[in-house]
């Protein structure tokens, strides 16, 4: 979405289907490289804009932050994103039920992949942008406005949780799916999001 507003975009995502699809949309001067944040700088260059967008929390952030600030042109920014867009605040959606129905499968603690994460995602990032070097932040808030979403985007917004991502549940993921939709109804849903919260640092 960025790169009509750059000379050149690159990506990097740690899942290859990710980058295999992201490829397959990209306009001529984006590109997009299986890596994770944690191998960065990986011979990709010097940049003016680095963003992160609901990525930053779980990542090895002092590293990462220092790599980045390191891969910076003089002036250059760091643009981080926090933003709830797989649930609304105000919705039709009956999302408390949906989180009992995952906990009903998967017990009371939040997944996160092969671990858990009972006390949530760490949440430090403005400490780590800090040690790093980086300077700010500029701060702002992008507002929100509703959504129509089909029953079938919900489905997709529950899936692509790391909490209730489809790997976990196993042989029942389509004894989950079947229970899911049935919870849900037809749709369509109007939902109206929270803001977009939005942190520039720079180098």
């Known amino acids: 979405m960025l790169a009509p507003f750059v ?10 289907d990710m980058v295999r699809e992201a490829t397959a949309r990209a306009p001529a ?3 997009f490289m299986l890596m994770r944040a944690e191998e960065l700088p990986g011979n990709l260059g010097a940049f003016d804009l680095v963003t992160f967008a609901q990525s930053f929390h779980w990542l090895v952030q002092d590293v990462v932050a220092r790599t980045v600030h390191e891969m910076l042109r003089q002036g250059g920014a760091v643009v981080h994103f926090g933003a709830t867009t797989h649930r609304g ?3 039709e959606v009956p999302y408390d039920a949906i989180d009992e129905l995952v906990r009903s499968y998967l017990g009371p603690v939040r997944r996160a992949g092969a671990s858990l994460l009972p006390d949530g995602t760490p949440r430090w990032e403005d400490d780590m942008f800090r040690a790093a070097g980086f300077s700010g932040p500029t701060r ?15 489905v997709a917004s529950v899936f692509s949780m790391s909490s209730s991502a489809p790997h976990l549940f196993g042989e029942r993921v389509h004894d989950f799916e079947r229970e899911l939709r049935a919870l849900i109804g037809d749709g369509p849903f109007t939902e109206r999001f929270r803001e977009i919260g939005v942190s520039i640092w720079r180098r």
Do not use: Y
């Not at 690159?10 to 290859?16: F, K, L, Y």
């Not at 702002?140 to 919900?154: G, L, N």
């Open 29 to 31: 001067n984006a590109r």
């Open 89 to 91: 605040e105000e919705s």
């Open 140 to 154: 702002m808030d992008v507002p929100a406005h509703p959504h129509v979403r089909s029953s079938d985007d919900i």
């Open 7 to 16: 000379a050149e975009a690159v990506g990097i995502d740690a899942d290859p």
